[in-house]
T-cell receptor
Framework: AQSVTQLDSHVSVSEGTPVLLRCNYS??????LFWYVQHPNKGLQLLLK??????LVKGINGFEAEFKKSETSFHLTKPSAHMSDAAEYFC????????????FGAGTRLTVKP | DAGITQSPRYKITETGRQVTLMCHQT?????MFWYRQDLGHGLRLIYY???????DKGEVPDGYVVSRSKTENFPLTLESATRSQTSVYFC???????????FGDGTRLSIL
């Protein structure tokens, strides 16, 4: 069965500095991977997805993630943090062919300091 | 407007009462899901549906009932609410397997 681990429950960065949110996964098959963002009192919004095409995936708002099969990782990065990036981020793994197939990480809270 | 909407956004009720949370999507997505989000537990799947009249249990189904008579609606009912069901509930939908889910803005439910 697939699972996902977000290695940091909380990350704090200064505005204008790089962001790195780490995610490791385990999957028996070729997984699909997603990053979602959740702002306060809102639902989860899709940032980007990996579905076995290019290993470097670009998403919205300047975020990108790289799928590394050898390291079973799918870390989320952004070159320069903005105050509006402060939110909760979720890494999600999905295996093919199953209805109840999405597994959510516990989330990483990103704080951006001025 | 296209999208997925949940109602009500906020609800306060008492233990033992029945309460129904509504979810409506305009995309005609096949799959719909109900999650609850609690501190320390992240998102947990309650029920999901692969199509109209097809539903299945998720990780935490006890105390909840769902139905899906129409593709676009997926109501969640708490038959006899308990304090442990105080949570934020999210509905989601997706078109087919392996595609991302799209989430509603959630219902914050408090049970006194």
């Amino acid at each position: 069965a697939q699972s996902v681990t977000q290695l940091d429950s909380h990350v704090s960065v200064s505005e204008g500095t790089p962001v790195l949110l780490r995610c490791n996964y385990s999957s028996s098959y070729s997984p699909s991977l997603f990053w979602y963002v959740q702002h306060p009192n809102k639902g989860l919004q899709l940032l980007l997805k990996y579905t076995s095409a290019a290993t470097l995936v670009k998403g919205i708002n300047g975020f990108e993630a790289e799928f590394k099969k050898s390291e079973t990782s799918f870390h989320l990065t952004k070159p320069s943090a903005h105050m509006s990036d402060a939110a909760e981020y979720f890494c999600v793994v999905s295996e093919r062919g199953k209805g109840n197939d999405m597994r959510f990480g516990a989330g990483t809270r990103l704080t951006v300091k001025p | 407007d296209a999208g997925i909407t949940q109602s009500p956004r906020y609800k306060i009720t008492e233990t033992g009462r029945q309460v129904t949370l509504m979810c409506h999507q305009t995309w005609s997505h096949s799959y719909m899901f109900w999650y609850r989000q609690d501190l320390g537990h992240g998102l947990r799947l309650i029920y999901y549906s692969a199509a109209a009249d097809i539903t299945d249990k998720g990780e935490v189904p006890d105390g909840y009932v769902v139905s899906r008579s129409k593709t676009e609606n997926f109501p969640l009912t708490l038959e006899s609410a308990t304090r442990s069901q105080t949570s934020v509930y999210f509905c989601a939908s997706r078109n087919r397997l392996n595609q991302p889910q799209h989430f509603g803005d959630g219902t914050r439910l408090s049970i006194l």
